[in-house]
């Protein structure tokens, strides 16, 4: 059970817009700590697609967006496409356990 | 361009020990530190410790600690992460993946190492 909480799955049509959503706590997102997140393409390593909360790494296309308040953050994909098919993970810091937390994982279905 | 590159896979019997190493390239390696993540097959990431590129402090996920050992090697730019006692649910890929600070963002992964446990 992790620390961030995440929906299992996510699905949207070619086009759409889709958000997933990262829940935490006052001892982590909560207490200010920035939130990441990251794809993970079948069979390759996780890859950073926002970081700072609201930040895209160059590279990453703008229609990935990152928002971030109170205990609670979310990604946004617009325009989604066949190619965004993937996992997606949420990380942060907890000060109470003092560890790196990630989410549990979303997997996106491009229907 | 910054990479990190990591050792082939490995399959050990359960308790035994493995080690992983972590070569970093395209910038100064004591400019930053590096973690290291697992994946169990079919499941999500697990952040396992961190180590400072310049002074080789370290901090261990609670999980892991007393079976772990991160090390760094300035005169090759190397991480390396040993597991220890080994179980069947050590079973994983495991990644190294910069980062600047403890929590901070892991911006360049490695493309991971597959360790199996098996007798």
């Known amino acids: 059970q992790s620390v961030l909480t995440q929906p299992p799955s996510v699905s949207g049509a070619p086009g759409q817009r889709v958000t997933i959503s990262c829940t935490g706590s006052?001892?982590?997102?909560?207490?200010?700590?920035?939130l990441h997140w990251y794809q993970q393409l079948p069979e390759t390593a996780p890859k950073l697609l926002i970081y700072?909360?609201?930040n895209r790494p160059s590279g990453v296309p703008d229609r990935f967006s990152g928002s971030k308040s109170g205990t609670s953050a979310s990604l946004a994909i617009t325009g989604l496409q066949a190619e965004d098919e993937a996992d997606y993970y949420c990380q942060s810091y907890d000060g109470s356990l003092r560890q790196v937390i990630f989410g549990g994982g979303t997997k996106l279905t491009v229907l | 361009q910054v990479h990190l590159v990591q050792s082939g896979s490995e399959v050990k019997k359960p308790g035994a020990s493995v080690k992983v190493s972590c070569k970093a390239s395209g910038y100064t390696f004591t400019s930053s530190g590096i973690n290291w993540v697992r994946q169990a097959p079919g499941q999500g990431l697990e952040w396992m410790g961190w180590?400072?590129?310049?002074?080789?402090?370290?901090n261990y996920a609670q999980k892991v600690q007393g079976r772990v050992t991160m090390t760094t090697d300035t005169s090759t730019s190397r991480a390396y992460m040993e597991l220890r006692s080994l179980r069947s649910d050590d079973t994983a890929v495991y990644y190294c993946?910069?980062?600047?600070?403890?929590?901070?963002?892991?911006?360049?992964w490695g493309q991971g190492t597959t360790v199996t446990v098996s007798s």
């Open positions: 700072d909360n609201t």
């Open positions: 180590i400072s590129g310049y002074s080789g402090n370290v």
């Open positions: 006052s001892s982590n997102i909560g207490a200010g700590y920035d």
């Open positions: 993946a910069r980062g600047r600070s403890i929590g901070a963002v892991l911006d360049v």
